[in-house]
């Protein structure tokens, strides 16, 4: 689809605010995301608290994915283990990887380019 101005991209049924709001919440999120691993400090090593930070991790992806209408908590248990089954697949791996490498910049534990 081609649009030429903001009126008809609102008319095809976008919404510039919406992308706005869900920008700032990520933005918000991440932070909270990094600020939790530096509280937690080193590497994810399966502890507790780095599996309890999964579970956060897991959680907002849930909720993003819904538009902020459901967390993994929410979830009936069928489709909480579904979703876990899903995100430990390759897409999970791809995420997890960029993910990783940003926490770790914010963290100062490895440089850029």
Same mark, same amino acid.
């Given at each position: ?31 909270? +995301?990094?600020?939790?691993?530096? /509280?937690?400090?080193? @590497?994810?090593?399966? &502890? ?5 930070? #999964? *579970? ?29 089954? +899903?995100?430990?697949?390759?897409? /999970?791996?791809?995420? @997890?990887?960029?993910? &990783? ?5 914010? #963290? *100062? ?5």
């Amino acid at each position: 689809m081609q649009v030429n101005d903001l009126a008809e991209l609102k008319r095809a049924g976008f919404s510039p605010e919406h992308y706005k709001k869900l920008r700032e919440f990520d933005g918000e999120w991440f932070l909270d +995301f990094v600020a939790k691993a530096k /509280e937690i400090g080193g @590497l994810p090593d399966g &502890s507790d608290s780095w599996a309890n930070w #999964l *579970g956060h991790f897991q959680s907002y992806l849930v909720f993003r994915a819904s538009s902020t209408r459901k967390t993994l908590s929410s979830l009936g248990r069928g489709e909480q283990k579904r979703v876990i089954s +899903f995100l430990k697949g390759q897409e /999970e791996r791809c995420f @997890l990887l960029i993910s &990783s490498i940003c926490l770790l910049r914010q #963290l *100062g534990m490895i440089g850029t380019r």
